[in-house]
Nanobody, 126 residues
Framework: QVRLVESGGGLVQAGDSLRLSCAAS???????MGWFRQAPGKEREFVAA????????HYAEPVKDRFTISRDLAKNTVYLQMDSLTPDDTAVYYC????????????????????WGRGTQVTVSS
């Protein structure tokens, strides 16, 4: 069973930065990984995704040019660098992993992923 553990969330002010980490228990079953977020009363939404094989990246429009997804295979870890944070970024951020290299046309959908972390809270004050 693949286990994903998120960390790095916290309380920051608008304009600040945070880096989230997602450590996977094994990399073989995490060919594609993504970050999603869910604010209270809202649906879970896609944030960013990356492929283990080619490091191809995909970002949701609201975070494009502000967030950066990256990986460190030696540590079985995926990161989400978040810059220029706004209160609209406040949410629980979840790491997800797929056994397949999900294509860019589909990796924004939650049902394409097989494993999920328990989330890390990000709160951005005005």
């Amino acid at each position: 069973q693949v286990r994903l553990v998120e960390s790095g969330g916290g309380l920051v002010q608008a304009g600040d930065s945070l880096r989230l980490s997602c450590a996977a228990s094994e990399w073989a079953a995490t060919r594609a990984m993504g970050w999603f977020r869910q604010a209270p009363g809202k649906e879970r939404e896609f944030v960013a995704a990356i492929s283990w094989i080619d490091a191809g990246k995909h970002y949701a429009e609201p975070v494009k040019d502000r967030f950066t997804i990256s990986r460190d295979l030696a540590k079985n870890t995926v990161y989400l660098q978040m810059d220029s944070l706004t209160p609209d970024d406040t949410a629980v951020y979840y790491c997800a992993a797929s056994v397949l290299n999900v294509p860019i046309t589909l990796n924004q959908y939650s049902n394409q992923y097989d494993y999920w972390g328990r989330g890390t809270q990000v709160t951005v004050s005005s």
